[in-house]
């Protein structure tokens, strides 16, 4: 089956914003090429940059969920694929789809890549029996720990024989297709097959162990352009390799989709899933409870199934607010193949039951039953807030900053015709070194202002991380010397570690909000004084160059906080952790100790990773800004002067491109 397979029309229902998103972006491509040669090379050389930056724009939306939820189901119904990604993978496969829908950025030749893991994270699974093995050494379970390094070490032997010579050669690398098919997904994503009888290269799931990412670039007529669904791993798996791998796709995502099942939208198992995403702003995620045809009356268990859910939202700390999408990816299938009468009876019942009382305010005339079970399967909706999501978050954070760039390049373009345009006589060339020297005095100036302030908010970052640990340690220790004070070591204990997370996500918000807000005030100082060089070099009237700061980056949710720890585990752990220090007081210290060993990886996460990165974001988009502004400071100073007949004529025909780009850019600004 080749990716560039469509079913019916109904599929890309919901995804209109992004069209218009993306008709947006492509004004603003068309107008900064416009005006790419009415400038020196300089101005032609940033039009590019701004080109290049629209061009790569691609939101990405991870689905997460846990095994067996019906999320890679559902991602086959978004696309309109009912079996395009195997839903039947076996729990250990660690492998991230990628999906890049209508692709600008595809590798030429390429519709498939697929990448392996390194020999280096082999070995750190092997040595330490992954994120499983660490949690059961650090708490003291030697035995738990070898019994997890001997399934990795089993699990390695089996792919090492499988593969033979290529094992060792395979790892590091990539391969890469012209063509997307169901067989090749199974080779590289669905685990299993090789049990089964002899095996050639093209057998199911025959490189499933070491494939790390899958990227496929999928052709599909009526659906937007530039955006990437992502597939991620189950996170209840056996050696938390999948947990990793999701914590790093939801960061770097602007939109997440948690999917869980409607029988367990509550259970244990799911709250864990959602402590992942805990840290996530409420405007950029969403839940779908998926299932809901397994259910036996779906019109009046989904409300009280959404209020008992929003509730349990709430005491999580996660937001009340969070949109949740009721529905059904075997509706949508259905919906898809046009096979509503192929439905199992349950299921073909409920969808009837669930559509007459829900009827179609928009239809006049009754709809048929593909229309029905296609507008309850929730994907429509679901689409409607991805697109308005993206709008809302990403697309307006790009629209912006390409907007502004166009805006400071026309500014530049312009203060060139103001120079050259209204005067009478030639004007005394500009001392280029002097200009130079003047542009680089205000980025080296503003460069170590910004660089102080990031280096004093990751400090105060540190510290507040260190008090958060400390007095999370103080309460527990103190609340098991009262639980060993009443009833000594004869009962079991356990504390939550919920308060913990909430004072760290807490702690790294107010310092995204310290770097967000100096950053602005910083690059506002920046743009005032490369508007008076205009002044001060030019003898451009003040007032008439206004240049527009770029903005902050965007700060990643602090995902880390969410991942498992010692203090997660289930209570067989705890009773085992706690009858072997009965005999090794004291107790209450070691525990401290515990809980030190646990956190201190989440901290330096936080405070030496994701903080000075970034910072270093900031810092960056600080120096293109400064690039920029030299770029168009020097096009100037290299010009010409004198209102002659040729100049004149010059300035008459940039007039009316000019200034539909400024009407473009005031318009999209307000």
Request: aromatic share 6%; net charge negative.
């Amino acid at each position: 089956m080749q990716s560039s397979v469509s079913k019916p029309s109904i599929a890309p229902t919901g995804l209109d914003g992004l069209n218009a998103l993306w008709a947006s972006f492509d004004e603003l491509r068309e107008a900064v090429t416009n005006i790419a040669d009415l400038g020196g090379p300089e101005i032609s050389e940033e039009a590019k940059r701004i080109v290049s930056k629209i061009d790569s724009f691609e939101p990405t939306v991870t689905m997460i969920g846990q095994i067996k939820a019906g999320k890679t189901a559902l991602v086959n119904a978004m696309i309109g694929q009912t079996d395009l990604l195997p839903s039947d993978v076996n729990p250990w496969t660690s492998v991230v789809t990628s999906l890049h829908l209508n692709s600008r950025n595809r590798p030429e030749g390429t519709q498939a890549l697929f990448r392996f893991f390194d020999e280096e994270e082999w070995d750190r699974l092997v040595s330490t029996g992954g994120r499983l093995g660490e949690l059961a050494q650090r708490a003291g379970f030697d035995a738990e720990q070898d019994a997890v390094r001997d399934q990795v070490l089993a699990m390695r032997e089996k792919s090492r024989v499988r593969l033979g010579k290529k094992f060792e050669l395979l790892l590091g690398t990539s391969h890469t297709y012209d063509m997307v098919t169901r067989d090749l997904i199974d080779r590289y994503v669905c685990y299993g097959g090789w049990d089964e009888g002899e095996e050639d290269e093209t057998s199911r799931g025959r490189y499933a162990d070491i494939t790390k990412l899958a990227n496929l670039y999928l052709d599909l007529p009526g659906y937007p352009s530039g955006l990437c669904l992502r597939d991620t791993p189950g996170v209840n798996d056996t050696f938390m390799m999948r947990e990793q791998i999701t914590l790093n796709s939801i960061r770097d995502s602007r939109l997440c989709v948690v999917v869980l099942s409607a029988h367990q939208a509550l259970s244990t198992m799911d709250m864990a899933l959602l402590r992942l995403v805990a840290a996530v702003d409420s405007r950029e995620l969403v839940i779908f409870v998926n299932r809901i045809d397994e259910l036996d009356d779906p019109a009046s268990q989904i409300a009280e199934i959404a209020a008992n859910f929003k509730e349990t939202l709430r005491k999580h700390d996660i937001g009340a607010d969070v949109p949740i999408v009721f529905g059904s990816a075997l509706w949508a299938q259905a919906a898809l193949d046009d096979s509503i009468d192929q439905l199992p009876a349950p299921s073909r019942l409920a969808l009837q039951n669930y559509a007459a009382v829900t009827p179609n305010p928009d239809l006049a005339s009754r709809e048929t039953q593909q229309e029905s079970a296609w507008r309850l399967c929730g994907v429509p909706n679901l689409h409607k807030l991805i697109a308005a999501c993206i709008v809302a978050g990403p697309g307006k954070a790009m629209q912006r900053e390409a907007r502004d760039a166009l805006s400071n390049l026309v500014t530049s373009i312009e203060a060139s015709d103001i120079r050259f345009g209204l005067n009478d006589v030639s004007l005394p060339p500009v001392d280029q070194k002097t200009l130079a020297a003047r542009i680089d005095e205000i980025g080296e100036d503003m460069a170590a202002t910004l660089a102080n302030a990031n280096n004093f908010a990751v400090d105060s970052l540190r510290e507040r991380l260190k008090k958060s640990q400390s007095m999370f340690c103080e309460r527990a220790v103190d609340a098991l010397q009262s639980h060993l004070d009443a009833y000594g070591t004869t009962k079991a204990w356990q504390y939550n570690p919920a308060g913990l997370r909430m004072m760290l996500r807490t702690a790294y918000k107010n310092f995204c909000g310290d770097i967000e807000r100096e950053a602005e005030e910083i690059y506002g100082r920046a743009a005032r004084r490369f508007e008076t060089l205009y002044t001060e070099m030019f003898g451009i009237e003040p007032g008439r160059v206004v240049l527009r700061p770029p903005a902050p980056a965007h700060a990643p949710p602090p995902t880390g906080v969410g991942k498992t720890i010692a203090l997660d585990l289930s209570i067989s752990w705890w009773r085992k952790w706690w009858q072997g220090v009965r005999r090794q007081e004291p107790t209450a210290e070691r525990y401290a100790t515990l809980i030190g060993k646990e956190t201190d990886s989440i901290l330096e996460e936080l405070s030496d990773e994701m903080g000075p990165e970034l910072c270093r974001e900031n810092e960056a988009i600080l120096a293109t800004f400064v690039d920029a502004q030299r770029a168009n400071l020097m096009s100037l100073a290299k010009g010409t002067g004198g209102n002659d007949a040729m100049q004149t004529d010059r300035l008459a025909g940039k007039t009316e491109t000019l200034r539909a780009t400024r009407d473009l850019v005031d318009a999209m600004a307000a």
